[in-house]
């Protein structure tokens, strides 16, 4: 069984920035990907890698300030955030899975249902 345990939240201002990650139990699935959900919303694909290729898939949302990189030396999953807004507020979790999707160009889409193995959030909050 996967397990993926998020750490890195934290309270920071606008404009500033987080590394977010992810320690995960076993370094061979296929998909990874970050979520979020703020209070009142569902959740929001934020970015995915496809661990075989490298390739990664962004959220419009975050396109350019966000970037997702898997530390296969160290069983981590990271997701650096510059430019850090209020709307950013959210629980952020971390996903995997062994299957992919590749028919649309994206093996990795940003599609919660894509994703079994879940883990526990952690809390990003930031301030104007």
């Known amino acids: 069984q996967v397990q993926l345990v998020e750490s890195g939240g934290d309270s920071v201002q606008t404009g500033g920035s987080l590394n977010l990650t992810c320690a995960v139990s076993?370094?061979?699935?296929?998909?990874m990907a970050w979520f979020r959900q703020a209070p009142g919303k569902g959740r929001e694909g934020i970015a995915s890698v496809y661990t075989y290729t490298g390739a990664t898939s962004y959220a419009d949302s975050v396109k350019g300030r966000v970037t997702i990189v898997r530390d296969y030396e160290k069983n981590k999953l990271l997701l650096r955030m510059n430019d850090l807004k209020p709307d950013d507020t959210a629980n952020y979790y971390c996903?995997?899975?062994?299957?992919?999707?590749?028919?649309?160009?994206?093996?990795?889409?940003?599609?919660?249902?894509?994703?079994?193995?879940w883990g526990q959030g952690t809390q990003v909050t930031v301030s104007s």
């Open positions: 076993n370094y061979d699935t296929r998909c």
């Open positions: 996903a995997a899975d062994y299957r992919t999707n590749c028919r649309t160009g994206i093996c990795c889409p940003l599609t919660g249902n894509l994703y079994k193995f």
